[in-house]
């Protein structure tokens, strides 16, 4: 069994950080995986936020981009999500996301931005 845990979210002000982390465990080569960060708020539809690919190379919505950054270590099965600058728009539940030939899912971390 495969799990997807997230970590890290909370409230912070407009302009602060937090740093989301997704542990995955279970039989899983996360290697082979492309890794992403997905958020949905109230009302709206889950979007991807900014994902990484088993080689490495990153793709950020535009609406964070120079904002987020995302990262790996495959050996330690972690994928991070540091957050800088962030707006009261950025308030979701964000989700961590493993793809590859299927697709796994977190539970979600809540993400409060106060203005």
């Known amino acids: 069994q495969v799990q997807l845990v997230e970590s890290g979210g909370g409230l912070v002000h407009a302009g602060g950080s937090l740093r989301l982390s997704c542990v995955v465990s279970?039989?899983?080569?996360?290697?082979?995986?492309?890794m992403a960060w997905y958020r949905q708020a109230p009302g709206n539809q889950r979007e991807l936020v900014a994902s990484?690919?088993?080689?490495?190379?990153?793709n950020y919505a535009d609406s964070v981009t120079g904002r987020f950054t995302i990262s790996r270590d495959n050996a330690k099965g972690t994928v991070n999500l540091q957050m800088n600058s962030l707006k009261p728009e950025d308030t979701a539940i964000y989700y961590c996301?493993?793809?590859?030939?299927?697709?796994?899912w977190g539970q979600g971390t809540q993400v409060t931005v106060s203005s």
């Open positions: 996301y493993a793809g590859f030939r299927t697709a796994y």
């Open positions: 990484i690919s088993s080689s490495g190379v990153t």
């Open positions: 279970g039989n899983i080569i996360i290697s082979f995986y492309n």
